[in-house]
């Protein structure tokens, strides 16, 4: 132990977590991880985190520059310098610029690195300044809750300090699995403390999780995309017992009165009963009425509406509905209480480098469609982007296809893009028809293997920055570098600063290096006390009160709207309704999903794809990390009824298939999902044979390219078939 050094760090992918990791590193080599042993709230590591060395010396680390050699995609590629490296890239950009224009530098950036210098946003910042790029709107993890947390509540700080369950009678969690996806670091042990407390917990959902196995009192299995149904009987029973809170929603609400006619069915003549929702979401009409009924009566009490369930084509109906049974039972502003919505907690601040150049692609772009702009504000989508689900198609038709540019080039910096994008074989067929692909990466991904040049880019354990928390938890993370950058790897930031001066750009660093930066964004956020004492501890944990979204809303409504339109939660929503679209009414509706329950294609493909995140990695990050698969290899899950039908065993190789693609995998055999419902867990990496199978159990070789109205992915709203390979 003597001569090992113990360095206080943090992890900065984007897991949900974001927690202290103290490496131990002896002749230079990282040896041993301990986690946060310090006060409390502890902010410890997952097994994510602690299996991070196998990252950090994977075999398949990119070790130096390489140029694309066979056809691209085809992964065959040769050792080039730096120098060769960033001149060609220069090169290929300026060509690009002066011959089609900046909109067609397509940015395609990710989750890779959710830190605040290193990572999506050194390359924003020297694309800007390049003069502008197109890139991509709607966020994968959370497109339909914002859409439907801006339209209803006018803010995306609509959560709770997780301690604060503890002052509440009864906690549905719907969709919902931070014991696999964290969700901020003591989510699992505030629920266990909720569970020894004797709080009643249920879980909806179609598949029973490990958060529903150790802490849910009842399971309610659910038939993927059709939650707003029972939600909306869940409505019904508490309208005709008369347990909504008239006073809340006279005073602090708009519209309900609308909604309650489309409940009672008095415009279209079916009144939305449990057993309307029965015969849709497969929930006995009886577990939906006594669900309704304990969650009317019993108060405060928490409803936490996932994102997993509005991750698909009808999204934000799901959530706008949860919200709206929420005000129902006046669960707002409360201790206790919960909002759903976008969820995030409003403790810390949210950091990033200053923009100080903007992207001129956008400069003077119409709002995409007045009313979007409206219920996003100033976030709104502009008129120059293309919705990431439409990338492709984008490549392929551009401008005559109705796109806003003609793209040429991808600059890929910290995502596995084409594979934790929907459509694999659409991103393929893309891909192949760009001009030139760079690509910052790690390791040798499916995406990596469709670059012309690859840019070897170290790990957070060879750098320095800040690590903002996931959901706006009460600190702050600091990166301190613990070895020095292996092979011939940089950083984001360094590779933009030696690539900027060779695109004419004078000023990328501004004379600052990485911690002069990180001083500038620290003394911005304001709350951070001291910057050396924090870069030193490697954490700063901030005293604040729990925070509990719309408390002085609610308190004192008089000096205190919501910062919606009306000043009021919207059930209603004026500026939807201006939009005159069946699939985006202005109340919460549930609305069948193409692809989803009840879609005639069915026939052809019957079971409902989910694409659940894994425990053993992030996203495709920490893919075939040996101690990490051993936890849990990807498998298809299927439910046994469905396999014996199809004479499936447990642990046979079989393909799931439908139009865009075919993947094998092992199968799941359980009664842990419903019937009718399968879940290849996110992120494998693809790898496409010979006959068109993707043999690297990659979820979107088989999700759509399509999005809600809102902008919410598909990423649970697939249909295929599932047979023995
Ligand atoms: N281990 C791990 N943790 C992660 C990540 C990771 O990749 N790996 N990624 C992080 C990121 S970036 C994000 S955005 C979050 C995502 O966090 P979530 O969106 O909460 O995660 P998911 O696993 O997609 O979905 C949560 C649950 O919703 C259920 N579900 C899916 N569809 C439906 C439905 O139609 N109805 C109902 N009732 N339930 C449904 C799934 O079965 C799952 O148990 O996780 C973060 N944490
Ligand atoms: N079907 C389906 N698809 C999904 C989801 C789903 O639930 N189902 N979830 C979606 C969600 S919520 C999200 S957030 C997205 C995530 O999508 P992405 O953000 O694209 O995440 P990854 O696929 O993990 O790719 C991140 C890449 O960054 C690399 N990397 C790590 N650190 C660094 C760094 O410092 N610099 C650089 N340049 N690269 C780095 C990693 O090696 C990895 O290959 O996926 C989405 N895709
Ligand atoms: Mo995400």
Not at 65 to 83: L, V
Request: hydrophobic share 35%.
């Amino acid at each position: 132990m003597m001569d090992e050094k113990i360095i206080n760090t943090s992890c900065s992918h984007d897991c949900g977590g974001r927690c202290v990791l103290k490496p131990h590193v002896k002749d230079g080599k990282i040896v041993r991880f301990e986690s946060d042993t310090g006060e409390d709230p502890q902010l410890r590591a997952c097994l994510r985190g602690r299996a991070y060395r196998q990252q950090v010396y994977a075999p398949d680390r990119l070790q130096y520059p390489m140029k694309r050699t066979g056809e691209r995609g085809e992964g065959k590629f040769a050792r080039i310098s730096w120098d060769e490296a960033l001149d060609t890239v220069a090169r290929e950009m300026l060509r690009i610029k002066k011959t089609y224009g900046n909109s067609s530098i397509l940015f395609l950036w990710g989750g890779g690195s959710q830190a605040v210098v290193n990572g999506a946003m050194a390359a924003e910042r020297m694309l800007a300044m390049f003069g502008g790029y197109t890139r991509p709107w709607g966020a994968a993890s959370y497109e339909g809750p914002l859409f439907a947390s801006m339209a209803t509540y006018g803010t995306m700080n609509s959560g709770s300090a997780r301690i604060d369950h503890l002052n509440s009678k009864l906690i549905i969690m719907w969709g919902w699995n931070p014991a696999v996806t964290i969700w901020d670091p003591n989510t699992a042990y505030t629920m266990a403390q909720a569970k020894e407390k004797g709080i009643r917990i249920i879980s909806i959902d179609p598949r029973m999780t490990e958060t529903t196995a150790t802490f849910a009192d009842e399971w309610v299995p659910i038939h993927p995309g059709t939650d707003a149904a029972m939600v909306i009987a869940m409505a019904y029973v508490i309208i005709e017992k008369n347990l909504q809170d008239q006073k809340f929603l006279d005073t602090f609400t708009l519209g309900f009165d609308k909604f309650k006619s489309y409940v009672l069915g008095a415009d279209d003549g079916i009144p939305k009963t449990p057993q309307w929702a029965e015969k849709i979401t497969s929930v006995p009409a009886a577990t939906i009425e006594r669900i309704a009924i304990e969650y009317a009566t019993n108060k405060p009490a928490v409803l936490i509406p996932g994102w997993g369930p509005s991750r698909g084509t009808m999204g934000e109906q799901f959530m706008r509905a949860a919200c709206t049974v929420i005000a129902m039972t006046g669960n707002i502003g409360k201790e206790g209480g919960y909002a759903g919505g976008f969820m995030r907690a409003f403790h810390s601040r949210e950091m990033s480098l200053p923009k100080t150049t903007k992207n001129a692609v956008e400069t003077g772009s119409a709002h995409r469609a007045n009313s979007l702009y409206k219920i996003r504000g100033a976030g709104h989508p502009t008129a120059a982007r293309m919705h990431e689900t439409h990338v492709y198609d984008a490549i392929m038709k551009g401008k005559a296809g109705g796109y806003p540019c003609d793209p040429k080039m991808a600059y890929i910096v910290a995502s596995d893009y084409l594979n934790s994008r929907p459509n694999v074989n659409a991103g393929i067929a893309a891909f192949k028809k760009l001009e030139f692909v760079v690509v910052h990466e790690q390791r040798m991904t499916p995406t990596a293997r469709f670059a012309d040049i690859l840019l070897p880019v170290n790990t957070f354990m060879e750098r320095e920055d800040i690590t903002p928390p996931w959901l706006g938890s009460p600190y702050y993370l600091y990166v301190n570098p613990v070895i020095p950058s292996l092979y011939e790897s940089k950083s984001d930031f360094e590779i933009c600063a030696a690539l900027a001066p060779r695109l004419g750009i004078a000023n990328y660093t501004e004379g600052k290096d990485v911690e002069g930066w990180l001083r500038v964004v620290s003394e911005h956020a304001g709350d951070i006390a001291d910057f050396d004492t924090f870069k030193k501890d490697g954490v700063v944990k901030l005293k604040v009160e729990p925070f509990v979204a719309f408390k002085k809303e609610i308190s004192d409504p008089a000096h205190h709207p919501f910062n919606t339109p009306s000043g009021k939660i919207e059930l209603y929503s004026e500026s939807l309704a201006e939009w005159r679209n069946p699939q985006m009414p202005p109340i919460a509706q549930y609305i069948p999903a193409s692809e989803g329950y009840g879609d005639p294609l069915q026939k052809k493909y019957p079971l409902q794809l989910l694409t659940s995140h894994h425990k053993p990695a992030t996203h495709s990050t920490l893919e075939k990390i040996p101690w990490l698969e051993e936890t849990e290899p990807r498998r298809l899950w299927l439910n046994s009824q469905d396999a014996k039908a199809r004479g499936i065993s447990n642990n046979d190789e079989i393909i799931a298939f439908n139009d865009r693609g075919k993947v094998r995998i092992r199968a799941y055999v359980t009664d842990r999902i419903i019937p009718g419902a399968v879940c290849l867990p996110h992120g494998g990496w693809f790898e496409i044979d010979e006959n068109g199978v993707d043999i690297g159990g990659c979820d979107n070789t088989l999700t759509p390219s399509l999005h809600s109205p809102g902008g919410a992915w598909p990423a649970n709203t697939a249909l295929v078939e599932v047979k023995k390979a």
